[in-house]
Each structure stands twice: as structure tokens, then as C-alpha cells.
């Protein structure tokens, strides 16, 4: 079955440590996305991707950074420069990123301790 | 500029009628979106209608979109417990580079 799989599904961090958090999707999508959750906030873009070698900044790339060596993997570094990182963090992908219809990965819970 | 408005919270009895709200801020909007969330997990869609409709209707669930007052509701009939979510408005534009942009979610709570 095609989709999209995000892990670890609950991570533990302590503060100064970088983590990074796995997406991968089969849909064989060209755009991917990173976007963080937190309550009453809804979705907030972190980075995007259209292309394999080539990302976007999103609306809070701060203290954040990405890759896209590979089509179907856009790994997420939270670094120890992100404030704030205890959140809920989801992966999406589309065909393009002209519109159309995002697919969602389950999620992954980071916390600080 | 971007801005994405829902109500946080609405709560009914089983077999009610449920009606999401949400207001959007860009005229240029070229698809606008209903995405439900389950708890612990990634979104999911619902149902989209494109700018130049006024309605759309899927089994149970009723989008309505008045573009005059940038007004976009999603009614859903003879809600059930399964329908508990949080449920996102999201909008799509060019003058966002055709990126989505979500409002905060209204969690619906279905009474038994």
C-alpha cells in the first residue's frame, strides 16, 4: 500500500541535543513538506520540497534543517538552536505544489526533557 | 496576507447536525479544503470545493462557500461519535506560492 511513514512515533530529547526525524513516502510524490502542530495553533510550515535537491524555507525554518538527496525521503533535523521544539511534527507530500491534495504521514511527538 | 479563522471548539449530541465555520482572508483562493484529524494522527481529506462553486455535497457532508464574505462551512448530517475530530480549513491561492494554509482546527465533540 503507498504512503507515507514518519518515525520515531514518540521521541525523547534533552535539551542541546539535534534529533531527526524520519519521513518516507512510496506515493513516488515530486513535493514534500514538514509542517509542526502545536494546541490551538494549528499547522505551521517548518520547510518544503518540490524537487529532489532543493527545499524551501517555510513560515518557522528557524532552528530547523532538511534534506532531499532522495525522492522519496525528506528527513527533519530539529537542532538545539530551536527553542521551543516540543510539538507534534508532520510529514506530508503532494504531486506538485500547484494545490491538490496533501497526504499525511501519522506524526511524530518530540519532547524536550 | 495569510490568515485562516475557525472556531476552536464545538460540541453536539449524536444525530445532530454539525456546522464548522471558517473564514478566509485571500479573494484569489483557488481551492479551499476540509482535512480531518483523529487524535495521535496525521490529517486526513475530507472534501475540497473550488472557488467558482457555491456548494458541494458528499454523502453526509455539505460544504458551503460564499466567496462575497470569503465564508467557507462544512455541515456534517447525523454526526456520530466516529466524527470526533479536530477538522482544518485550509486554502490554497497563487499569491501564496499554491502552498496550503490551515486555520487553527475546530475539535468536534459528538455527546452519545
Known amino acids: 500500500d503507498g504512503g507515507i511513514t514518519q518515525s520515531p512515533k514518540y521521541l525523547f530529547r534533552k535539551e542541546g541535543q539535534n534529533v531527526t526525524l524520519s519521513c518516507e513516502q512510496n506515493l513516488n510524490h515530486d513535493a514534500m513538506y514538514w509542517y509542526r502542530q502545536d494546541p490551538g495553533q494549528g499547522l505551521r510550515l517548518i520547510y518544503y520540497?518540490?524537487?529532489?535537491?532543493?527545499?524551501q524555507k517555510g513560515d518557522i525554518a528557524e532552528g530547523y534543517s532538511v534534506s532531499r538527496e532522495k525522492k522519496e525521503s525528506f528527513p527533519l533535523t530539529v537542532t538545539s538552536a530551536q527553542k521551543n521544539p516540543t510539538a507534534f511534527y508532520l510529514c506530508a507530500s503532494s504531486r506538485g505544489l500547484a494545490g491538490g491534495e496533501l497526504f499525511f504521514g501519522e506524526g511524530s511527538r518530540l519532547t524536550v526533557l | 496576507g495569510e490568515d485562516v479563522e475557525q472556531s476552536l471548539f464545538l460540541s453536539v449530541r449524536e444525530g445532530d447536525s454539525s456546522v464548522i465555520n471558517c473564514t478566509y482572508t485571500d479573494s484569489s483562493s483557488t481551492y479551499l479544503y476540509w482535512y480531518k484529524q483523529e487524535p495521535g494522527a496525521g490529517l486526513q481529506l475530507l472534501t475540497y470545493i473550488f472557488s467558482n462553486m457555491d456548494m458541494k455535497q458528499d454523502q453526509r457532508l455539505t460544504v458551503l462557500l460564499n466567496k462575497k464574505d470569503k465564508h467557507l462551512s462544512l455541515r456534517i448530517a447525523d454526526t456520530q461519535t466516529g466524527d470526533s475530530a479536530i477538522y482544518f480549513c485550509a486554502e490554497t491561492s497563487p499569491e501564496y506560492g499554491n502552498k496550503l494554509v490551515f486555520g487553527a482546527g475546530t475539535i468536534l465533540r459528538v455527546k452519545s
Open positions: 520540497s518540490q524537487i529532489v535537491n532543493d527545499f
